[in-house]
């Protein structure tokens, strides 16, 4: 493989794994602080992705990422009152959200399951002819990614030092003892979902004008795929500072993205995607446990052989 295509594979891998990373980011509040693992995910995604094309094919490019996170925060909305005033868990509550933004994403996208935007003007269609004579003329679409995730993480590390956002890392912690400071945990994790699905549609929308079609089935997996570049993330960063977790996320995402472009590149099977997938998650989530457990498993071994010796 030759320095060009590896570095061609990089920049596509970094393009993509900053789309995602915006995902990635939703799940570190919704999971990571509030402690709320979040199923409507691949739904949100398809929501935002479905929302920004419509808006965007009405002639609307810009209005069409405010529009796609004001759909998110809706969806926030109602998954968030689902498991908080109408006693439906947590979990049970993003399947039910997640099932029926399949209707809607259709309702949304005219009946149809695909939209063509090839002739419609995008934010990266925008951007690109702004930069055509520059030498930043063919990093378009890095760009946009590079602003949305940084403004994004920056956002992130802010709010969660405010009153608010210290409430609703409280509410993840320990929502007892929130609403026992008189804090409202009802409102602490609307808030938190509004704002995580807001990122999650953004996600979609910002994938969807980038790759300028919208499928139904766009966000398949995503709630997978972010729940793994998270886990990666915090392998490289750890329990730190709020705006290092975060670059760990977006880190997460990147080498996440990269093995999908590298078994692309090998031919492997489209099939095949989502096993790896899995195995990425298995290793992000027992990889930490199993190092905890390797002393014990040296030792363990050590004593068997060394065993096994004396007797011969």
């Not at 909305?77 to 439906?88: D, E, P, S, W």
């Not at 995503?222 to 977006?250: K, Y």
């Not at 099977?269 to 990425?280: D, E, G, R, W, Y």
Request: proline fraction near 3%; include cysteine; charged fraction near 10%.
């Amino acid at each position: 493989m030759s320095l060009p295509m590896i570095l061609g594979l990089g920049q596509t891998a970094l393009e993509l794994s900053l789309f995602n990373a915006l995902t990635v980011l939703a799940l570190f509040l919704s999971y990571s602080m509030l402690n709320v693992c979040d199923l409507s995910t691949d739904g949100c995604f398809t929501l935002g992705a479905a929302v920004g094309a419509v808006v965007a094919i009405a002639g609307h490019p810009w209005l069409s990422i405010p529009a796609a996170m004001g759909a998110g925060m809706l969806s926030g909305i109602v998954t968030a009152t689902l498991q908080t005033r109408m006693g439906v868990n947590s979990l049970l509550a993003g399947i039910i959200v997640n099932t029926g933004l399949y209707s809607v994403n259709i309702w949304i996208m005219g009946g149809s399951s695909l939209l063509n935007m090839n002739k419609t003007s995008t934010v990266f269609s925008m951007l690109k002819e702004a930069l055509k004579d520059t030498a930043l003329g063919a990093q378009y679409s890095l760009i946009i990614g590079l602003i949305a995730v940084t403004a994004v993480i920056v956002f992130l590390s802010l709010f969660l030092r405010t009153r608010l956002g210290l409430a609703i890392r409280a509410t993840g912690d320990n929502p007892d003892m929130v609403r026992s400071s008189s804090i409202n945990p009802v409102f602490t994790t609307t808030v938190g979902l509004c704002i995580s699905n807001s990122f999650t549609a953004l996600s979609g929308c910002l994938l969807a004008q980038s790759q300028k079609s919208v499928d139904v089935n766009i966000g398949s997996g995503m709630v997978t795929v972010a729940l793994a570049s998270l886990l990666i993330g915090g392998v490289f960063m750890g329990r730190r500072s709020i705006p290092l977790r975060a670059v760990g996320a977006v880190i997460g995402a990147f080498v996440f993205r990269l093995v999908y472009t590298v078994a692309l590149r090998f031919n492997l099977p489209a099939f095949m995607l989502k096993l790896i997938s899995s195995v990425i998650v298995v290793i992000a989530i027992s990889g930490p446990y199993l190092k905890g457990r390797l002393p014990l498993i040296r030792r363990q071994l050590a004593a068997k052989f060394g065993k096994a010796g004396t007797e011969r």
